[in-house]
């Protein structure tokens, strides 16, 4: 269970938003950052809290511990300044250096939490974004207790993560245009309709119900086919297709016959 962290936050609300207001600077920001780590997310000011902590010869505004281990990094930004994607950039770099895959960029009022993918290079996704106010305290302190002691100990703002992830349209997308899935979905058709769809159309039409933005995070409908059929396309397949590469998502040619439900 989440610990409740309304009541703390509310305390320091007024103070937020006066340095916002004020347009304070990155050090006096940092001041009150460090005091909602220490009242609110519970954090031991002495030995879980580290300012300016060096990462191969770089310094980040604050590293957030337990039990001696990082968990995550804290960019600290003036509290007047509208926060950007961005400004997870010089958080990347600690990120990758330290091989730490979570970033906090915050203003105060404005709170960015980042997942961070460590491969080749790095790749960073929102996790959430919290904007405080007073009409909205509650909703935000739901999504800050994620980063309380206790749920960072227990793992919550990862499970929160794979949850989100689980749900996005980039990954259901890629749970639909499967041909398992597919064919399932034609045979509903067929049993209804009393007619048989070329899966590539079904496929086609499921994707024109997509809103743009899922689109654009899901991509062309391609079929993810089985390795089998796969192989049996490319034996199929006419000499001008055969120096195609085939793959597991390679369409079928839409001169093949469709298969029975």
């Known amino acids: ?42 954090y031991d000011p002495f030995t879980e809290i580290s300012r300016e902590l060096e990462v191969k010869s770089k310094y980040v505004d604050l590293a957030i511990k337990i039990e001696g281990t990082i968990k995550f990094f804290v ?10 994607d961005r400004h997870v950039a010089q958080g990347e770099l ?7 895959p979570w970033v906090l960029v915050t203003n105060g009022v404005e709170w960015n939490l980042y997942h961070l993918t460590i491969d080749e290079g790095v790749d960073f996704e929102r996790v959430f974004s ?8 509650e909703e935000s302190a739901e999504k800050l207790a994620l980063l309380h002691r206790n749920s960072v ?17 980039a990954t259901i997308g890629r749970a639909i245009f499967t041909e398992d899935v597919l064919r399932h979905i034609r045979k509903e058709i067929h049993q209804r309709q009393e007619i048989l769809i070329d899966i590539e159309d079904l496929a086609r ?25 796969v192989k049996q396309i490319k034996t199929q397949a006419s000499p001008a297709t055969d120096s195609t590469t085939a793959s597991e998502s390679v369409p079928r040619s839409s001169d093949q016959p469709s298969a029975s439900p």
């Open 1 to 42: 269970m989440k610990t409740n962290i309304a009541h703390g936050l509310k305390k320091y609300l007024p103070h937020l938003l006066q340095a916002q207001q004020d347009n304070l600077t990155e050090a006096d920001t940092l001041q009150r950052i460090v005091k909602v780590f220490e009242d609110v997310l519970g």
């Open 205 to 229: 039409a499921i994707h024109d119900l997509l809103s743009t933005a899922a689109k654009e995070l899901i991509g062309p409908p391609k079929v993810r086919y089985h390795k089998q059929a």
């Open 75 to 84: 960019e600290v930004k003036a509290a007047g300044k509208k926060l950007r």
């Open 153 to 169: 100990k227990a793992g919550a703002h990862e499970r929160f993560w794979e949850h989100q992830t689980a749900l996005s349209p």
């Open 94 to 100: 600690y990120a990758a250096e330290g091989n730490i």
């Open 130 to 137: 919290v904007t405080l106010a007073p009409e909205t305290i």
